[in-house]
């Protein structure tokens, strides 16, 4: 008869038996040694065929444990690539959304190599703040050099009349200013990487939990 459960508690068995069956078999033994003219083994001490009793059923409890761990591990699998799971960006199996959560979180095979959200965020962000302070640098040198321009046009004397002169100072700071190339809008851009970003990993948490507690299994 099979026996039918919730995918948390499915869940919570299976973390429990993993401790388990390593426990047992850290504990079993299924080897000892004896003397040919005495009855018990030297490490248990107790005679062979409680010894060996003993080890079979040992061996058997834990191949019991593995059997039920891999059919609740299973039956795990199977509910997740076939339950769905709603969010704001679309909808996903629990499966894919937990494949999703992990790489996004680089706890996947490629560690934080597929998070690819985050690399273009940290790029993004680092190379803009890069040209603000590279494009801040060279018009507080341009602005410099202007204003050695304009001393050199009118002398100390600022309060000259003729403003003609400093023209040329004011096209030359016109034409020298540096200034972003922003095509894409990256300011904009990295703050909806991170605003998505949050917002997925929220729901998908949400998500995964409200059918792990809502989706039945059967082993």
Do not use: C, W
């Not at 299924?30 to 003397?35: E, G, R």
């Not at 709603?86 to 597929?114: C, I, K, P, Q």
């Not at 894409?184 to 970003?197: G, P």
């Amino acid at each position: 008869m099979a026996e039918k459960m919730l995918v948390t508690q499915a869940l919570d068995e299976r973390d429990l038996l993993v401790k388990k069956i390593q426990d047992k078999i850290v504990k079993a033994s299924f080897t000892d040694v004896k003397k040919h003219n005495e009855k018990k083994v030297i490490d248990r001490r107790v005679d062979e065929e409680t010894f060996r009793q003993e080890a079979e059923s040992a061996y058997q409890q834990i191949m019991d444990l593995i059997d039920r761990f891999q059919k609740i591990d299973a039956a795990i699998v199977a509910s997740n690539a076939a339950s769905m799971i709603h969010t704001s960006f679309g909808d996903y199996t629990v499966a894919g959304a937990l494949s999703l959560r992990s790489r996004m979180r680089g706890n996947g095979n490629y560690d934080d190599e597929a998070d690819f959200e985050q690399s273009l965020y940290r790029k993004m962000k680092v190379e803009l703040d890069k040209r603000l302070i590279s494009i801040e640098g060279k018009n507080k040198q341009l602005e410099s050099t202007a204003e050695n321009m304009r001393l050199s046009i009118l002398g100390k004397d600022t309060k000259a009349k003729d403003d003609k002169p400093l023209e040329v100072v004011t096209i030359y700071v016109q034409e020298n200013t540096a200034e972003l190339v922003d095509p894409i809008d990256v300011q904009r851009k990295v703050e909806e990487i991170q605003e998505k970003r949050a917002k997925l990993l929220s729901e998908l948490d949400t998500q995964i939990k409200v059918s792990n507690a809502t989706t039945f299994i059967e082993i």
